[in-house]
């Protein structure tokens, strides 16, 4: 059963410059209890595909177009009242950075439990033993001394677990995680990805893990979008994703990881630098930096093209590979 139906989605930021189309027209589905990763790097509209969801975009940020459904609702111009039935009680969100999310003026336990009276008929006792059992559930120790402390006497890693306390306490049926592990260390990462999947398995919540660390996708996400400049270029389950790659910003990215085997190996990186959102090419975003581009590449945007049930690229290196194979054929 899908949970979340993004269709045609297009979000805009109105600035002196001119207007920026960071979300350009993606679509997919999100079923109850799967794990979905969208990947990309900085500027590929990953996270604003978050906040539109959230409705929480910036005051020049605007959806233009397109439709987000959760469990049949139609949320985009759905307005506050309803938007602040969603938020926390059935879509909750883990933003980027633990350091700052949390009001370094509040203690932990004020913070918690502000954020399950707000959305659930709970009364402050009740709101505090929830506060309590969602700090043992996300593994922080002495929770009844951490509910009187201040993020400050908190590591990054234990503001993380809060942060997913917080974003669990009402139990959503989605949780957004943005980059949940960018600003921790590689033994604490690990731990709050095996946390995280532990967590989500226990309640049965369906997850959008965003992330540029494809090591983070391989371990949590049962399906990927790869995003760049804004537009889905690639989407798949994540064995089709990682062992059968098929447009080329995918393969880069593929390139680009470190090899156990080879580790003595130089990294390949992709050349060049992200698009400028605000004069986008003619044809395909990425052919200023593909070795491989041809001349359509340049003046033709590709299309999506199904390459199985499970797998699909916009990128026109497969049309070629249809075309050459039919006139093998032929020959």
């Known amino acids: ?10 979000t805009s930021f109105f600035t002196d410059a001119g207007e920026v189309k960071a979300v350009n027209g993606i ?29 929480i975009l910036a005051g020049s ?27 926390g009680n059935k879509i909750s969100i883990i933003f980027q950075d633990p350091m700052t999310s949390l009001n370094p003026t509040y203690t932990i336990g004020h913070q918690l439990m502000e954020a399950i009276l707000l959305h659930t008929n709970r009364n402050k006792e009740e709101a505090r033993e ?25 590591s990054g890693g ?7 306390a917080m974003a669990l306490a009402c139990e959503p049926d989605i949780l957004i995680a943005d980059e949940p592990t960018t600003a921790l260390d590689v ?14 398995k226990e309640l049965g919540m369906a997850i959008i893990m965003i992330t540029h660390d494809l090591g983070v996708v391989a371990q949590m996400c049962d399906e990927v979008i790869v995003m760049y400049a804004g537009s889905i270029c690639e989407q798949g389950t994540a064995d089709e994703i990682f062992y059968h790659p098929a447009h080329e910003y995918t393969k880069g990215l593929m390139r680009s990881i470190p090899s156990v085997e080879d580790a003595g190996a130089r990294l390949q990186p992709i050349t ?12 395909c975003a ?18 999506r093209m199904q390459l199985n049930s499970d797998h699909a690229a916009a990128c026109w290196m497969n049309v070629k590979a249809v075309l050459d194979e039919e006139k093998g054929g032929e020959a």
Do not use: W
């Open 158 to 164: 234990m503001r993380q677990r809060v942060m997913i």
């Open 286 to 303: 990425f052919a200023p930096r593909c070795d491989a581009a041809m001349k359509i590449c340049l003046n033709e945007k590709c299309e």
């Open 1 to 10: 059963m899908s949970m979340l139906e993004v269709k045609d989605l297009h």
């Open 27 to 55: 679509s997919f589905t999100l079923d109850e209890g799967k794990v979905l990763g969208i990947v990309g790097e900085s500027g590929s509209g990953k996270s604003v595909t978050a906040y539109s969801i959230m409705q």
């Open 272 to 283: 060049g630098t992200p698009i400028d959102l605000l004069n986008m090419p003619k044809g």
């Open 61 to 87: 940020g605007k959806i233009v177009s397109g439709s987000i459904k959760f469990k049949g609702q139609e949320l985009v111009d759905a307005g506050d009242k309803v938007m602040k039935g969603v938020r």
């Open 130 to 154: 929830r506060a309590l059992e969602m700090l043992r559930l996300v593994n922080v120790n002495e929770p009844e001394k951490r509910l009187k402390q201040y993020p400050y006497e908190f």
């Open 187 to 200: 033994t604490i990462q690990a731990q709050i990805l095996e946390l995280m999947k532990s967590l989500q």
